[in-house]
């Protein structure tokens, strides 16, 4: 086996006198989909925060392609090959989509292959392409969650992380984004997914952490998640 | 072809500029000239308030700074030397007292920048009134500046001419700026700031960045003002100076340059045709003001430019 694209061991963040991660750990190998599940406050957001600088850890370790990263700034991570599609979409309501697609390739040069992702992404969600010069304000929230999916591909990562897809959205507009972020990861990206629709996560993930007040309480490939008596008591409804 | 089409502006609007300098009665060529100024200012504020959507007050602070630092250059170098003729001598050292002038604005800008704005919203704004005024304060007790009174005989280099051009270089540069990829990142900043991290923007860096750009044109502002008044004292430069600005750009709508522009040139000149009505003109401005935010909320433009609203009303028409 070789090196885990991303490793996390021992993560604790604390906000104030509360102790929201009480030593995390997980990892995500070169190629793989890995899900994040969870009840509300578990700390799976928080988890997707630390990793990405965006909160600053207590205590742990967070290592990317082996190299110790914690203590970097949320906006170095995107040299470094990482993505993160914040909760809550993050659009910029007030730009058009293609200037939103821009900015996910904010850090890049290299036109040509910039328009070619872009015309890529596109295909992917043919929504976008209808709404291309509309400002991103009044797009639907399944066409804002495409546009944020698409944007963080932009930048070309080799993780991406995506902060809880399907929130709010139609069940048709889940499949979309459920059936992209399989193929962008047949492309080669690997995925950590945190949501709360824990059974679409675990059907198109290698992988899947449970995460409870904290704490990882379970792990396992994601049919072995799935077929978890816990599991689905706790987060499938029986 | 690249420079051709960046000096364009500068080579069309010099002749004009020099026309309207040369046959307009005084007193339009008066309203054009304070206008001008106005546009530079609104513009340069608009570089943060409305690219980097920060909310600063301390623009009259670096006016002060840029109106200053010029006046004491042109004074101190107000005869001609080595034989040069006067016209040159007096256009040359003003460029070069102007520039002076925008450098330490801008290096002011990135001092109280580089602390500040790690605060967001109106804790920024109280510290970058605070900062204004701390300017004024200062001034007012340095005898060197004149103290109170100020310093009084500048020169009078401020020429149509020269504001008309320093103008159109302030709206290409906010142009330019905002059609590059700093520039987006600058409104990514001002749209969400989380998200912009995540698309690798270095927040804070922009807006230190938009902050000093934005200072160093306010320095201009400041010392073409200077320059055409004959006098530069504190009192020019309250922080009620700064909030006539802001006003401007709000006006405009947030990050809209043509809109900042065209609201500069519409309450400078409203101001004035307003001059007949004595004592009610600030009450008539102020109904002015409350009547526009009533009908257009997010300014003349909102956050996009006039252009973009022909080609809309093209494809409405079309459709």
Redesign the interface.
């Known amino acids: 086996m070789s090196e885990p694209l991303l490793e996390v061991s021992g993560l604790e963040v604390r906000y104030g006198g509360i102790h929201a991660l009480r030593g995390v750990a997980l990892k995500v190998n070169a190629g793989e989909v890995v899900a994040l599940i969870g009840a509300n406050g578990a700390g799976k957001t928080t988890t997707l925060k630390a990793v990405?600088g965006?909160l600053k850890p207590a205590a742990g370790q967070v290592r990317l392609y082996g190299k110790p990263v914690v203590g970097l700034?949320?906006?170095?991570?995107?040299?470094l090959g990482m993505?993160?599609?914040?909760e809550g979409r993050?659009?910029?309501?007030?730009?058009t989509v293609a200037?939103n697609l821009?900015?996910?390739a904010?850090?890049r040069r290299d036109k040509a292959d910039i328009k070619a992702d872009e015309e890529k992404y596109l295909a992917l969600f043919p929504r976008l392409k209808e709404r291309w010069t509309q400002v991103a304000g009044t797009l639907s929230g399944g066409e804002q969650q495409m546009l944020a999916v698409a944007?963080?591909l932009m930048?070309r990562p080799r993780l991406l992380l995506l902060d809880e897809p399907s929130l709010g959205l139609a069940p048709l507009v889940i499949e979309t984004i459920f059936s992209v972020i399989t193929a962008v990861n047949k492309e080669g990206v690997s995925v950590l997914l945190v949501e709360q629709n824990a059974h679409k996560a675990l059907m198109i993930s290698h992988r899947g952490y449970v995460l409870e007040t904290g704490k990882v309480v379970m792990e396992g490939t994601g049919k072995e998640l799935l077929s978890s008596p816990e599991v689905q008591k706790a987060y499938l409804g029986g | 072809m690249r420079a051709l089409r960046s000096l364009a502006p500068f080579l069309l609007g010099a002749p004009v500029f020099w026309l309207v300098q040369c046959y307009a009665p005084p007193t339009l060529a008066i309203v054009l000239l304070m206008a001008g100024v106005n546009v530079i200012l609104a513009v340069s504020l608009n570089m943060v308030n409305g690219f980097t959507g920060q909310f600063s007050l301390g623009h009259a602070g670096f006016m002060a700074i840029g109106a200053y630092t010029t006046a004491k250059i042109t004074l101190a170098l107000g005869d001609p030397a080595g034989g040069v003729p006067p016209w040159l001598w007096s256009n040359g050292v003003f460029l070069l007292a102007l520039l002076a002038g925008m450098g330490l604005s801008a290096l002011m800008g990135l001092m109280v920048g580089v602390p500040s704005l790690r605060l967001r919203g109106d804790y920024l704004a109280i510290v970058t009134l605070g900062f204004n005024e701390i300017i004024r304060v200062l001034i007012e007790n340095v005898r060197w500046l004149g103290g109170a009174t100020g310093i009084s005989g500048v020169p009078p280099y401020t020429t149509l001419v020269w504001v008309g051009l320093a103008a159109l270089a302030t709206v290409v540069t906010a142009q330019r700026l905002l059609c590059s990829t700093h520039g987006r990142a600058m409104l990514s900043v001002r749209e969400d700031e989380v998200a912009a991290e995540a698309m690798g923007v270095d927040t804070v860096g922009y807006k230190v960045r938009a902050f000093a750009l934005s200072a160093a044109f306010a320095g201009l502002g400041g010392g073409l003002l200077g320059h055409y008044i004959l006098l530069v004292t504190p009192k020019s430069f309250t922080f009620v100076k700064s909030i006539e600005v802001v006003v401007m750009v709000v006006l405009g709508g947030m990050g809209s340059i043509s809109g900042a522009t065209l609201a500069a040139v519409l309450l400078t000149g409203a101001l004035e045709l307003m001059r007949g009505l004595d004592q009610y003109r600030m009450v008539m401005y102020s109904l002015l003001l409350v009547v526009l935010m009533l009908a257009r909320p997010t300014g003349l433009f909102g956050t996009r430019e006039i252009w973009e609203f022909w080609g809309a009303k093209k494809k409405k028409a079309a459709a």
């Open positions: 990405s965006m700034k949320a906006h170095q991570f995107v040299a993505a993160h599609a914040p993050g659009i910029f309501l007030n730009l200037e821009d900015l996910g904010y850090l944007r963080a930048s």
